[in-house]
């Protein structure tokens, strides 16, 4: 009966880890659309400035994926 409830109990945990990566994906998602779009909106502004805000994106878009990637290392 021990063993039974173990493994359920690694199931769930399975579980909630795939859940954590999915709304880190869904973040990430909606981060570089965020980026993606002001960034468009910086360059309509001030298109002399286009190389400057794309290198700052660039960057941002980064920074917003490597919470991805930390959430699967932490996950496993």
Same mark, same amino acid.
């Given at each position: 009966m021990?063993?039974?409830?173990?493994?359920?109990?690694r199931?769930?945990?399975h579980?909630?880890?795939?859940?954590?990566?999915?709304? $880190? %994906?869904?973040?990430?998602? /909606?981060?570089v659309g !965020?980026?993606g779009?002001t960034?468009s @909106?910086?360059v309509?502004?001030n298109p002399g $400035? %286009?190389?400057?805000?794309? /290198?700052?994106?660039? !960057?941002s878009?980064?920074?917003?994926? @490597?919470?991805v990637?930390?959430?699967l290392?932490?996950?496993?």
């Amino acid at each position: 009966m021990v063993n039974r409830g173990s493994r359920l109990k690694r199931k769930g945990d399975h579980m909630i880890g795939s859940l954590h990566v999915g709304l $880190a %994906a869904l973040g990430a998602a /909606v981060g570089v659309g !965020l980026i993606g779009m002001t960034a468009s @909106a910086a360059v309509g502004r001030n298109p002399g $400035a %286009a190389t400057q805000i794309l /290198v700052q994106s660039i !960057l941002s878009i980064a920074f917003v994926e @490597a919470i991805v990637f930390y959430t699967l290392f932490l996950v496993r």
